[in-house]
């Protein structure tokens, strides 16, 4: 294949990129990091791998230094970057739900609302979308970019209140601060070039890579469950089942019994297999997706 048609993805460095790679991996491409390399290889001929800051993908697709990449929606907008949103991709390395960029004062500030900051010091890393949020509701504040511990600065005397991202509040509320007001949810979006997008191989490339990796993620949340039924319970059975479609039903060699086969949530099935069993269900097997699209 041409050097030229290949596909340039960006895979972001930092505490997302174990859980991009694996997040592939379920999807069907294997990419491999070689220690310092920001070149990671990638069985497919078809794409060229690089690592960036997820900060500074959406720059960097935009200009069309990589074709596409995966980046939070937090950091286009920080960038005002121009590119493509291809799908939204909900996954992180605590859980998978999508992470708040909060305000946070300390407890006993007398700080409660938007308004209460006005003259006063944020500390961040998220600069210029806070400091357009403010200047829209005509708060006067002085943002300050933080490099990390953004928590502290608060604590020692740095800083009034901070914008901080988080998914469980717990490193907030470690530092004996409070959340006052949500500024925005973010979650990784896979985007593109705008002109990359346009070229027919590399926007199917780009297509394929969105759908493997959305059929991952649901495929997250989903487990199949296969039992044997005799005939007389099968409907009572086939009723305790929720499922994608209805169930895969086929009888039994020479027998009156019958195989059934489903897709259920994860979070029902502890409760699901016992009353299964209850009412007549045997050999209940369950066993992880891959993907589901």
């Not at 070689?34 to 070149?39: A, E, K, L, Q, T």
């Not at 998978?96 to 209460?116: C, F, H, N």
């Not at 990359?196 to 493997?212: F, G, H, N, S, Y």
Request: charged share 25%; proline share 4%; glycine share 6%.
């Amino acid at each position: 294949m041409a050097e030229l048609s290949k596909l340039k993805l960006g895979i972001p460095k930092g505490s997302l990129q174990n859980a991009t790679i694996a997040l592939f991996k379920r999807s069907g491409w294997k990419i491999n990091v070689n220690g310092r390399s920001y070149f990671p290889e990638i069985d497919d001929d078809a794409i060229e791998c690089a690592i960036c800051r997820a900060q500074e993908m959406s720059r960097y697709v935009e200009q069309g230094t990589l074709d596409a990449g995966l980046t939070g929606r937090d950091w286009i907008a920080e960038n005002r970057s121009d590119v493509h949103m291809v799908t939204d991709l909900v996954y992180s390395k605590v859980s998978s739900r999508p992470a708040r960029w909060v305000l946070a004062v300390p407890y006993g500030s007398g700080i409660e609302t938007l308004e209460d900051l006005a003259g006063k010091k944020i500390s961040t890393e998220l600069v210029e979308y806070t400091r357009s949020y403010f200047a829209e509701r005509n708060i006067p504040v002085d943002v300050e970019f933080s490099w990390g511990a953004t928590e502290a600065k608060v604590v020692s005397g740095l800083a009034d209140a901070i914008v901080e991202v988080t998914e469980t509040e717990s490193t907030i509320r470690a530092h004996g601060l409070r959340i006052i007001h949500e500024l925005m949810q973010t979650n990784t979006q896979l985007i593109a070039n705008r002109v990359a997008w346009t070229d027919p191989v590399k926007r199917d490339k780009i297509e394929q890579i969105a759908l493997l990796l959305k059929g991952a993620l649901v495929a997250e949340r989903l487990v199949g469950l296969k039992m044997n039924a005799p005939g007389e319970s099968l409907e009572r059975i086939v009723s305790l089942l929720p499922s994608l479609n209805a169930p895969t039903i086929a009888s039994l060699y020479q027998s009156d019994w019958f195989s059934v086969e489903t897709v259920v949530d994860v979070g029902v099935v502890r409760d699901l297999i016992p009353r299964l069993l209850k009412n007549g269900a045997q050999g209940i097997i369950e066993y992880p997706l891959n993907k589901v699209v």
